[in-house]
């Protein structure tokens, strides 16, 4: 069924989409598909996470993610009723605030008792001379805002638990497993035939994988030696507000490590111990050993987390690996195409993997609009696309180095009043 408010595009109408993933840049796409006439089912390895209890990642509840002009274009160009709606839960970031990691706990101990507003006053560097920012978005949320914009498409259909297992690009047919908790030692497997497939399927794509067996795809994937640890600032218990500054990036940074926070509609900070594996080992499996860390390098910490919800998260979360995937081609003839961090996985630290994805949506789109021909309107996309993911990669890679260690040198400092001038 075609939308009517938006023409097909080149002749799509009643034709077969399957988006693999329906993570932000599944969802996204999904939605740029439905636009255009096609005929949409989404496949998604996980459950429903509209439903209750459902996570969209299976490590965390959910991170907070930098949203910028990259990635809000991509739903600019699409949906600006849905853009705003997303917008509305979003919070504005002017800058980063780099915080003191000598301040003693003491101190804000006393700010606290004086009933100060935010007990850690760092030093605030905006991001933009004109007052322009980025904005911190919950990933779960955002995702959740996408899925129910295309679930009221009348031409997309969604398939939940349901693992891409293999695919055949020359006959077009791919065969999904079923995934839930009860899916026993068969499970069921559908076989879905379709004219385009799009893989949208996060770092370890499985079509990526897949499209390697069709195509000479040049293929880098690096590991970098750093962890994540995610734990949580609650809100002020008396006033219930903010405890820092709600419109900042927070960064105690420690030249080899760090820790962010970034904040949440709900008056929480969604933070981000980032460290080598060799650091988390320092601390060991003792509590002990974890206060006497943080008491060493981010005593102001403690305070704003709590010492007893410090033990508690850190001990019960996971501390994950970053990877940064790099390939070419993105296609296959007019078959498949990969997007988001399917074809660019990237390390956080520039903020842009979702805001890349979202933009591969947007180009990718401009591309099939401007050809006739789907399998031309890929290679010149692949083409295209390709210095510029790779490029953010490595933008995202050498940020870390910025964010951890870079914003407080005097040459930053040096730099900035150069560009202030
Ligand atoms: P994903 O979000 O990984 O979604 C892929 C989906 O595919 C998932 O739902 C998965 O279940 C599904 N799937 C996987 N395999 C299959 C299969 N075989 N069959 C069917 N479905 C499958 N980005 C930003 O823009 N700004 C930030 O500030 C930012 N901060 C970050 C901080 C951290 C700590 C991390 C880890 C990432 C951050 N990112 C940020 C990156 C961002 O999270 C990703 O770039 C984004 O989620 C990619 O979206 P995606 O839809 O391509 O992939």
Redesign the pocket.
């Known amino acids: 069924m075609t939308n009517p408010s938006t023409p097909a595009a080149n002749g799509t109408t009643g034709k077969r989409a399957c988006v693999?993933?329906?993570?932000?840049?599944?969802a996204l796409s999904a939605l740029y598909l439905a636009k255009d006439g096609w005929d949409v089912d989404v496949?998604?390895?996980?459950g429903d996470l509209r439903m209750p209890g459902n996570k969209s990642l299976n490590f965390t509840k959910s991170?907070n993610?930098?949203?910028s002009e990259r990635?809000i274009s991509g739903m600019r160009a699409i949906d600006e009723t849905l853009l705003k709606e997303v917008l509305a839960e979003t919070i504005p970031m002017y800058g980063r605030e780099v915080h003191n990691t000598k301040l003693p706990a003491s101190v804000v101990e006393k700010r606290k008792e004086a009933g100060y507003q935010y007990w850690t006053e760092g030093e605030k560097q905006e991001y933009d001379c004109h007052g322009r920012f980025i904005r911190s978005a919950d990933?779960h949320r955002l995702n959740e805002q996408l899925l129910e914009r295309i679930a009221k498409e009348p031409n997309v259909r969604l398939h939940f638990n349901?693992?891409?297992k293999k695919m055949d690009l020359d006959k077009k047919v791919a065969w999904f497993e079923y995934s839930a908790k009860d899916a026993g030692e068969n499970p069921e497997v559908t076989r879905v035939e379709f004219d385009f497939l799009l893989g949208?399927?996060?770092?370890h794509?499985?079509v990526r994988r897949l499209l390697q067996k069709y195509v000479r795809m040049d293929y880098e994937q690096t590991y970098i030696d750093t962890l994540?640890c995610e734990l949580e600032i609650y809100p002020n218990e008396v006033t219930g507000d903010f405890l820092i500054h709600p419109n900042y990036l927070h960064i105690w940074p420690k030249q080899t490590f760090m820790f962010i926070a970034i904040p949440s509609p709900d008056k929480t900070f969604t933070c981000?111990l980032f460290m080598p594996q060799s650091r988390f080992d320092e601390i060991g499996d003792s509590p002990d050993g974890l206060i006497a860390f943080f008491e060493r390098h981010f005593p102001a910490v403690i305070p704003l987390i709590g010492r007893d919800r410090l033990i508690k998260d850190y001990f019960k979360n996971p501390k994950l690996p970053l990877i940064s995937v790099k390939c070419s081609p993105y296609h296959y003839k007019d078959s498949c195409v990969i997007?988001?961090?399917?074809a660019h996985a990237m390390v956080?630290f520039y903020?842009?993997?979702?805001?890349a994805?979202f933009e591969d949506v947007r180009i990718l789109f401009e591309h099939i609009h401007a050809h006739s021909d789907l399998g031309t309107a890929l290679s010149r996309y692949s083409e295209a696309r390709k210095p510029n993911a790779h490029s953010i990669n490595d933008l995202a890679m050498t940020n870390y180095v910025e964010m951890r260690a870079n914003v407080t040198s005097s040459i930053y400092k040096a730099r900035k009043q150069v560009e202030e001038f």
């Open positions: 693999v993933g329906a993570g932000p840049v599944g496949y998604e390895l996980r991170i993610l930098a949203l990635g990933r349901q693992g891409l949208c399927d996060g770092a794509s499985t994540w981000t997007l988001g961090d399917a956080p903020g842009q993997g979702m805001n994805g």
